[in-house]
């Protein structure tokens, strides 16, 4: 199975570079679309490594951040405005931090203590999107009611973490061997997640139909290859 997948995968990274490996930010519109493109293609990259050296414990935390940043994408890409709230979640991250600052606390080394008036310009003017708010926004609400939610509950240390990944036949595990259908999902899905940003992207950037069509042959491909595995 691994080794089916790896050749649509190699197949799409050559498709990928030569449509890909000229293009350049026109503004900061475009130059977040490219970030966001970017780190989701860099996750499943990472993923697939992963894979072929048969470490699955960390893949369902790659796996929800590639979505979450497919989902910012998909975002940003419908609406240009969208960059409004990104700006604004990263206000709301640096601030929550800075607002805790203390010179003895040793996870603050480097950072230099901050005046109360820059703190409060830090607070964004509009709180950002929730989660299941950008799913929505994204056109993937039924995404998130599914497979986000099924990823968080692999991604936190609960039980079902604990059970999938940490115990086997009543014993404790660093790594536990991996059921088929779990290794289908994550093949199938990351490639599909790397497959469809970068048809976002190549759309985007007006890319012609004969090629856009020639990107989502490879989850055409996908489909095909996972009926043979159901």
Sequence with gaps: MI???E???CDFVDFR??????????????????????????????????????CYTSIPIIMRSSLESLVDLRCLIIDSSYIEQVFAAESESEYKHMKQYSDSNPYYL????????????????????????KFKKSGCE???????NQLCRHAHGNITALASKNVENGTIVLTSSIKDSELLFILSSTVNAAVVSTHYLLEFYDLD???????LVFSERVKKLSKKFV
């Design 110 to 133: 480097g950072s230099s203590s901050i005046r109360k008036e820059s703190l409060d310009k830090l607070k964004p003017v509009k709180r950002s999107l929730g989660i299941a708010d």
């Design 3 to 5: 080794e089916d997948f």
């Design 142 to 148: 039924e995404l998130y009611s599914t497979v986000y």
């Design 17 to 54: 570079t030569e449509f890909t490996q000229d293009l350049h930010f026109r503004d900061q519109h475009s130059k977040f679309v490219l970030a966001y493109w970017a780190r989701v293609n860099s996750l499943c990259s990472e993923i697939m490594v992963l894979i072929k050296n048969g």
């Design 7 to 9: 050749k649509i995968w």
């Design 209 to 215: 139909d004969v090629n856009l069509k020639r990107c």
